[in-house]
């Protein structure tokens, strides 16, 4: 017969610990739906048509309702955005905000002029200027940092604690004399013979209960302290009052407006001076890939709509000569291992394999791979392009072999530095060598261009003694 289990059962331990009062969660704030915002991976327009199959006849039934669907009501035509080159930075500037929205929206493209990644700057201004209510990203961003910042304080504070402790509980039994571990832990012997316990980890859950719990014993430290100086207080006779109008208002110190300049500005009139800027290879696969860019040499005013875009051949030319520092000149032919020429062939090979890809210069690499976008996950892949010179043209001469040399040249030194970035941001290092064809005779031909170029991709792990060791 079971017997039921009552205080008198469990530990003296578990009797003395103060019982946890569960507190209601505040309400976390909802987030934007990520999956219906960025439902598109490209900003062109996709109509599926039912697949035949031979041996079943209602599949020729279903492609001709879909054939009539199109004649009846023809879908819409595919959007094609306006951009302009500029020379001082070498880069791609989208001024149009709907064009800005669909580029990021779909695909990633691109970032902020005057912000980190997405173009959030318009959204940032309204909320310093008290015209909107809820968070940016980066403010959720930073907060999230912040909290996590000093969690892993609180974690450090408290095995700094127990550290202590310990110490001061062993050298109490050195004292007395005693060989026995006070603090419960195993001996050196044991540790030898490799039955040791391991020791207490805090991870960043236990750090926030316990800072919450802090937290709490503060506030009502702070309460109380409030109810034993509230009779003081009233028998001092003096007392200010403000009228509930007055208490409704809420001053910030970081508006530089009042509140009068505030109510009289418009939310829809104020100004966006944030555009999009996109890099030479993202600008050419929206251009050439894709056929949902024109680029012009100069911004594009409502008035003058006669300039006709950049052909894609002289934008090939235009991107590879501004590949250089100092810009190369015009008249300079191309060359097959021009700096764009290889780092777009990697571009255009990880965008077709349906990968998002953002610049890697904040981790030391070319590029970063991410699965859906920065907004879903992390990268998972860091890319380094380094140019591969084994077509027989480049050994033909001792002048093209040193040439290839001093491109190919990477020490070992670097190798070690960037993959140890890498494994401490919890990316996968991958190199990607880019074969190099001989120059060609014409440029007329872009896809054949490209097609000339193979790409090979290699895995590098970090290795660490510890855990290879026989």
Known sequence: MATPVTNMDKPAATQSEPAKVARPRAPRPPRPNFRQIHQFPLP???????PVIPHN????????????????????????????????????????????????EMGFFGKGSLSRSEPSWLAREKKRRGLHDGKTSEEITRARREERRGLKLERARME????????????????????????????PDDTANGTATPAEKYSLKKAKEAKMLEAREARLAAQNADLEQKPETETNGKSVRFSPLVQKKEFSS?????????????????PNEEHLQLSNEEAFFLAYGLGALQIYDA???????????TPISALLQQFCHHSYQPTREGTAAL????????SYTVYHHFRSLGWVIRSGVKFGTDYLLYNRGPVFSHAEFAVVVIPSYTHPYWSETEER?????????????????VNRVQAQVMKSLCLVYVDVPPPAASIDDIGALFGQYKVREFMIKRWTPNRTRD
């Open 160 to 187: 700094k604690l127990a550290i202590e402790e310990m110490l001061k509980a062993e050298a109490a039994a050195r004292e007395s004399g005693s060989t026995d571990d006070p603090t419960g832990q195993s001996t």
């Open 254 to 270: 970081n508006s530089p407006l009042s509140e009068s300049v505030v109510e009289s500005l418009d939310v829809d009139d104020f």
């Open 401 to 417: 072999k040193k040439y290839t040399a001093e491109k190919q040249a990477r020490s070992w030194w670097w190798l070690h530095c």
């Open 57 to 104: 006849p209602l599949s020729l039934i279903s492609v001709a309702l879909s054939y009539l669907t199109f004649l009846i009501s023809p879908p819409r035509r595919q959007e094609v955005h306006s951009a302009y080159f500029d020379k001082a930075t070498s880069s791609i500037h989208v001024t149009d905000e709907k064009a800005i929205k669909a580029l990021w």
């Open 335 to 342: 060359q097959p291992d021009d700096p764009f020429m290889v």
């Open 44 to 50: 062109v327009n996709v109509h599926h048509v039912p």
């Open 299 to 309: 911004p594009l005013s409502s008035e003058d709509q006669s300039t006709s875009p």
